[in-house]
């Protein structure tokens, strides 16, 4: 069985608070760090299934400001999220 990705991360807007996330939600914080424009279901679909779960996850448990941008595709629209908030990871495992 494969061992589980973890992140810790500071969350430099809430007095530097330390947090550590887990599986997908912590590949979540690493591909947000990896691109200040956003992430998409698509862009991630190799192994996002369910981004907007984690994004409601980030939003809710750990306060982090993420945006919703609607973006136009040819079947509709499609969710882009956007980290606002002022966060580093301090160590993944």
Do not use: C
């Not at 589980?4 to 590949?27: C, I, M, P, S, Y």
């Not at 862009?43 to 919703?68: P, Q």
């Amino acid at each position: 069985m494969a061992k589980k990705l973890k992140v810790t991360f500071v969350n430099h807007e809430k007095n530097d608070e330390k947090h550590t996330v887990t599986g997908r939600v912590a590949q979540t914080i690493l591909a947000f760090k990896q691109t200040s424009m956003g992430i998409t279901a698509h862009e991630m679909s190799s192994w996002a299934f369910r981004l907007g779960a984690y994004v409601f996850i980030l939003r809710d448990k750990y306060e982090l400001r993420i945006d919703t941008l609607r973006e136009p595709h040819q079947d509709g629209y499609h969710a882009r999220y956007v980290l606002r908030s002022n966060v580093s990871p301090t160590s993944t495992s």
